[in-house]
């Protein structure tokens, strides 16, 4: 069976009151790997499974 999900970041928060409560790091900032408008492409077909 074959599966497609794609998913948008929409927007990028930052709550510096959770973040200094649970991060390892609670000074790290904003998480720089993610950027709004950034697309991602999930997929589950033929023994291949990236979900």
């Known amino acids: 069976m074959r599966?497609?999900?794609e998913v948008t970041v929409l927007?990028?928060?930052l709550y510096e009151d959770l973040q200094h409560r649970y991060?390892?790091?609670?000074c790290s900032?904003?998480?720089p790997v993610y950027n709004k408008g950034d697309?991602?492409?999930f997929y589950r077909e033929d023994?291949?499974?990236?979900?």
């Open 3 to 5: 599966h497609r999900v």
């Open 11 to 13: 927007d990028t928060l």
């Open 23 to 26: 991060c390892q790091n609670p």
């Open 29 to 31: 900032g904003k998480c």
């Open 39 to 41: 697309v991602f492409i």
């Open 47 to 51: 023994g291949k499974d990236s979900f």
